[in-house]
């Protein structure tokens, strides 16, 4: 009797150590930590030599159209669409923290509205650099990137309308969808560095960004995350084998996340870092 009893709670702890919201609690730290490096890459490139007038730098920062001698308007819009997204990264995952949003309600409004206003500012600004100032590799390989900006506005209302409706169950889901799709333009170099991770180097990727994994991966980095999310929602209701559904996806999501977030920090921005200020 004593052997049974030891064995069965170590196994229930064993799968419980994998349960969903401990893959979400996961998730979201790799998230964070990807997030903070992508953030402190952002402030190196761009928000210091803004402040200092150092443009030599922000032309070395390799942006496709980037700041250009003479384009007032163009640069203006370019740095109010690359600075704001250090902050912006940051705040959002913050409003995800529970403990936060209970205890610090006053904060999780006013950090709420800057991170919604800022992201439909991101979308705006995003959509104009690359189909108005050009600011594209390749037409076919920004259609999931145009998607994605087209969808934050709508999300972002969502979320907005829901909140002041006070029924916070929906507030959630469209804020959480909202998170993610602001988040794409991040996801999208941590899947596509996991890819590359994974093949162990270019496997349907290109150099303009069209070939088929790259278009593949512009709309999975933020319709992937948000099936996923759904899925968890409905695991919440659901019997056991969507629920052990859901924590595999989960982990897989946290894992590749975590991937990504290395990779990324490894081969994208560290070395455009040293290059510039070495
Ligand atoms: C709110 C969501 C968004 C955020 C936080 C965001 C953030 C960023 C950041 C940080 C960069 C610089 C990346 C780097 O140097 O590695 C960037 C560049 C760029 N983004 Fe966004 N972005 C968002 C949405 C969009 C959307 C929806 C589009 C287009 C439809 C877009 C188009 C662009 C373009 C074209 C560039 C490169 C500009 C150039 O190189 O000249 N962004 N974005």
């Given at each position: 009797?004593?052997?049974?009893?030891l064995?069965?709670p170590?196994?229930v702890?064993?799968?419980?150590?994998?349960?969903i919201?401990?893959?979400?609690?996961?998730?979201?730290?790799?998230m964070?930590?990807?997030?903070?490096?992508?953030a402190?890459?952002?402030?190196?490139?761009?928000?210091?030599?803004?402040?200092v007038g150092?443009?030599?730098?922000?032309?070395?920062s390799?942006?496709?159209k980037?700041?250009q001698?003479g384009?007032?308007?163009?640069?203006?819009?370019?740095?109010?669409?690359?600075i704001?997204?250090?902050?912006?990264?940051?705040?959002?995952?913050?409003?995800?923290?529970?403990s936060?949003?209970?205890?610090?309600?006053?904060?999780?409004?006013?950090?709420?509205?800057?991170?919604?206003?800022?992201?439909v500012?991101?979308?705006v600004?995003?959509?104009y650099?690359?189909?108005?100032?050009?600011?594209?590799?390749s037409?076919?390989?920004a259609?999931?990137?145009?998607l994605?900006?087209?969808l934050?506005?709508?999300?972002?209302a969502?979320?907005?309308?829901?909140?002041?409706?006070?029924?916070?169950?929906?507030?959630?889901?469209?804020?959480?969808?909202a998170?993610?799709?602001i988040?794409?333009?991040?996801?999208?170099?941590?899947f596509l560095?996991?890819?590359?991770?994974?093949?162990?180097?270019?496997?349907g990727?290109?150099?303009?960004?069209?070939?088929?994994?790259?278009?593949a991966?512009?709309?999975?980095?933020?319709?992937v995350p948000m099936?996923?999310?759904?899925?968890?929602?409905w695991?919440q209701?659901?019997g056991?084998?969507?629920?052990?559904?859901a924590?595999?996806?989960?982990?897989?999501?946290?894992?590749g996340?975590?991937?990504?977030?290395?990779?990324?920090a490894a081969?994208m921005?560290?070395?455009?870092?040293v290059?510039?200020?070495?």
């Open positions: 009797m004593a052997e049974v009893s064995v069965r170590a196994k702890r064993w799968f419980s150590a994998f349960s919201h401990n893959g979400l609690s996961v998730w979201c730290g790799a964070f930590g990807a997030q903070v490096l992508f402190f890459y952002l402030l190196c490139i761009y928000l210091l030599p803004t402040l150092a443009t030599e730098i922000l032309q070395q390799g942006s496709i980037g700041y001698d384009d007032a308007v163009g640069n203006f819009i370019f740095l109010s669409h690359v704001p997204a250090a902050l912006l990264s940051v705040s959002g995952t913050l409003q995800l923290i529970p936060i949003r209970n205890n610090h309600l006053q904060y999780h409004r006013w950090n709420g509205r800057f991170f919604l206003t800022m992201g500012l991101g979308a600004t995003g959509l650099l690359t189909w108005v100032r050009g600011a594209r590799l037409d076919i390989g259609i999931g990137i145009t994605n900006g087209l934050i506005p709508v999300f972002v969502l979320a907005w309308r829901f909140a002041l409706l006070k029924q916070w169950n929906s507030h959630q889901r469209f804020a959480v969808h998170y993610i799709l988040n794409g333009v991040l996801s999208f170099r941590l560095m996991s890819w590359y991770f994974l093949n162990q180097g270019a496997n990727n290109n150099s303009t960004l069209d070939g088929p994994a790259d278009i991966l512009s709309f999975a980095c933020y319709c099936a996923v999310y759904e899925l968890c929602r695991a209701s659901a056991r084998s969507v629920r052990s559904v924590a595999v996806t989960v982990w897989v999501m946290a894992c996340t975590f991937i990504g977030m290395l990779t990324a081969f921005w560290s070395p455009k870092l290059a510039i200020y070495s």
